[in-house]
């Protein structure tokens, strides 16, 4: 795959995370890459699901340092022009 292909970006990440057994912190980051690469084709809705979906698991499952998936979910706010969202994932950190 080269740079820009994001529709192949997606159509494998997908693939990956609907028929593949995967560890939490590995659907993790096929979510957060399958959020940012929607976000590069301007699905931000698409984006924001997938964005939740993984902050959920870093939230409640990895107890990881919630910076980046906050940064992700704030970004996808600000492009929905949800200001106030966006914000919020911005203080919250």
């Known amino acids: 795959?080269?740079?820009?292909?994001?529709?192949k970006i997606i159509s494998f990440f997908?693939?990956?995370?609907h028929h593949t057994r995967l560890y939490e912190y590995e659907r993790y980051f096929v979510l957060r890459t399958l959020a940012r690469s929607h976000i590069k084709t301007d699905e931000q809705d698409i984006a924001l699901q997938y964005a939740f979906d993984a902050h959920q698991i870093n939230k409640f499952r990895?107890?990881?340092d919630m910076k980046d998936s906050e940064l992700l979910?704030?970004?996808i706010y600000?492009?929905?022009e949800e200001y106030d969202l966006a914000l919020q994932c911005d203080e919250s950190r």
């Open 1 to 7: 795959m080269h740079m820009g292909q994001y529709d």
């Open 62 to 64: 990895l107890s990881k």
């Open 78 to 80: 600000n492009n929905r």
């Open 14 to 17: 997908q693939r990956l995370l």
């Open 73 to 75: 979910l704030g970004g």
